[in-house]
């Protein structure tokens, strides 16, 4: 068995082990998931805070006071005389539990983590009539773990002693998207957009033998980082078509097409040994396939004086993707692929209202629901979200808002799996999300020119 062999087996054993954390921690990682430890890590939800609110519905919306970063179609709607801005930051708190199985019988290991960061940026603006142009800076996934696991053979208890593993990553994939939205004619918009993806994710591991058998005391402990760079353009297609148009309501179909493909990132791999001269063992920089699926979205956005209602369903491509290498004692991880629905709707009693302040509010709730993109010994993630929020309009800079969302979730359960004989637990994830945006509404004063007699 090779170094490298070895080296994905054991990542691949630790993945599906929590340690345990007395107290919270906190972080401006945007995940803390033993399931990051593959791939590009946890997925992000998209959308400006209003969206999410909603369960992140969003790809048929059409609107002159809100950004649409979902789908570039939407971008064709700018205001003429105006632009659409938006700054939303995201906390959370991630709480996972795992049954472990010994000798000992059933125990359950408990941590939880706190994060925090910004999460969105985003304007659109007219370049000509039915023409508007669109920008959005987004984390797109995040990598946050630390796990740790023991040798399980007893040839190596007998003849080395005790050995530890210890895993940690952090680092996040960014999306720039950059995009154009053309209303063709009446009802019919088609939009482009070329998105970004750079960022910077680090994965250590680290191995130290404790009670040492062949010469006594603990050998130092070995330590090796992959560091990925990661910068790649993609493009993404989208199209909305109002299937009903009136003063009153406003029906819209809107679908999407993200490529996907390589990211084909640099990746730099080193192995310290933990001696007095901290020597490097190795190192090199290769490449190495890290790749984003081919995404298909699709979905029905509902719109009139008091009602926003809207149903999303979201199709990803991942089994394209190189698996890890099948090692014998180890879990098998493997991508799949997914298929999301999210649904949402928001009330607001009377935006006219000029007496009665909450009357002008807007209340959102949603729901979303799916599977992880990976599984683990052929078995499948679930992973769903419950969502709330609310919108305050306020006169700031124009006609502007300000956006609260909570969301409630959870990955995966507290079933187990079994590897060569051995029952392992898999890590249940639960996590609250507290998320604040600020949108900015452009009025006609800011392209106006003033003119003095």
């Not at 649409?68 to 700054?87: E, I, K, R, V």
């Not at 396939?289 to 369903?313: E, H």
Request: charged residues 15%.
């Amino acid at each position: 068995m090779t170094v490298r062999k070895l080296i994905c087996g054991l990542a691949a054993g630790a993945l599906l082990v929590v340690s345990v954390s007395a107290t919270a921690q906190t972080s401006s990682i945007n995940a803390f998931s033993p399931y990051s430890m593959y791939g590009i890590g946890e997925l992000q939800t998209p959308g400006v805070t209003a969206m999410r609110s909603m369960g992140g519905v969003g790809l048929g919306m059409r609107s002159t006071l809100m950004v649409n970063p979902l789908n570039p179609a939407a971008y064709s709607m700018t205001p003429q005389q105006g632009f659409l801005f938006d700054f939303g930051i995201e906390g959370a708190n991630f709480y996972n539990s795992q049954h472990k199985y010994g000798t000992a019988g059933q125990t359950t290991a408990r941590t939880s983590y706190n994060t925090f960061n910004f999460h969105d940026i985003a304007f659109q603006m007219p370049l000509a009539k039915r023409l508007g142009l669109g920008f959005s800076l987004t984390p797109y996934s995040s990598v946050g773990y630390r796990v740790g696991a023991d040798e399980q053979s007893d040839d190596i208890w007998g003849n080395i002693g005790r050995v530890q593993y210890l895993y940690s990553g952090e680092g996040d994939l960014t999306e720039v998207k950059l995009g154009i939205g053309w209303e063709v004619f009446k009802r019919f918009s088609i939009g482009v957009a070329a998105q970004y993806y750079w960022g910077d994710i680090d994965r250590t591991y680290q191995t130290a033998v404790a009670n040492n058998i062949v010469n006594g005391g603990t050998v130092n402990t070995t330590t090796g980082t992959d560091s990925y760079e990661i910068s790649r353009i993609k493009m993404q297609l989208g199209l909305q078509f109002d299937l009903i148009q009136s003063e009153k309501q406003l029906l819209t179909l809107g679908a999407t097409y993200d490529m996907g493909g390589n990211l084909r990132p640099s990746v730099t791999q080193t192995v310290v040994a933990g001696d007095i001269y901290n020597t490097v063992v190795r190192g090199d920089t290769t490449r190495m396939a890290m790749k984003l699926p081919v995404q298909v979205g699709v979905g029905l956005y509902y719109q009139n004086a008091k009602i926003v209602a809207g149903v999303d369903y979201v199709y990803q491509n991942w089994e394209q993707n190189e698996n890890p290498a099948e090692v014998p004692g180890a879990a098998n991880v493997a991508y799949k692929n997914t298929s999301t629905i999210k649904v949402g709707l928001e009330y607001t009693p009377n935006r006219m209202d000029v007496r009665h302040y909450l009357n002008r509010w807007s209340y959102r709730v949603g729901f979303r629901y799916g599977t992880y993109y990976q599984s683990f010994q052929g078995k499948t993630l679930p992973q769903y979200a419950l969502t709330a929020g609310f919108g305050m309009p306020i006169r700031f800079l124009g006609r502007s808002s300000l956006d609260f969302g909570v969301e409630f979730g959870q990955r995966g359960d507290n079933s187990s799996i079994r590897v060569d004989n051995r029952q392992i637990g898999l890590v249940r994830q639960r996590y609250v999300k507290f998320s604040v945006g600020l949108t900015l509404f452009g009025e006609d004063q800011w392209f106006v020119r003033y003119k003095y007699d």
